[in-house]
């Protein structure tokens, strides 16, 4: 069974940075794609990076510039760094995984990431 593992949500205040990792495990082929999305209350869960096998990046217009998505060398680990945090960042944030060999989409628990005004 193909599990995410998520860590590094928190408080941080206006302005600050944060540092989330997913780890994917269960599975003998290294995700083809893995992101993160996030969900605040009362609205969608909506994109806000993913990063392919290959290293191709797509991020949500509201974080280009101040986040970063990245991949380990084993390809199983996934990072989000986020810089200039704003108040609505505030959301729980979700790892995803796309893995095509099993035809599979899996996601984390979530980790809640909160911005102080």
């Known amino acids: 069974q193909v599990q995410l593992v998520e860590s590094g949500g928190g408080l941080v205040q206006d302005g600050g940075s944060l540092r989330l990792s997913c780890t994917a495990s269960?599975?003998?082929?290294?995700?083809?794609?893995m992101g993160w999305y996030r969900q605040a209350p009362g609205k969608q869960r909506e994109l806000v990076a993913t990063?392919?096998?290959?290293?191709?990046?797509n991020y949500a217009d509201s974080v280009k510039g101040r986040f970063t998505i990245s991949r380990d060398n084993a390809k199983t680990t996934v990072y989000l760094q986020m810089n200039s945090l704003q108040p609505e960042d505030s959301a729980v944030y979700y790892c995803?995984?796309?893995?095509?060999?099993?035809?599979?989409?899996?996601w984390g628990q979530g980790t809640l990431v909160t911005v102080s005004a």
């Open positions: 995803n995984a796309l893995i095509v060999m099993e035809n599979l989409e899996v």
């Open positions: 269960g599975s003998i082929f290294r995700p083809n794609r």
């Open positions: 990063i392919t096998t290959g290293g191709s990046t």
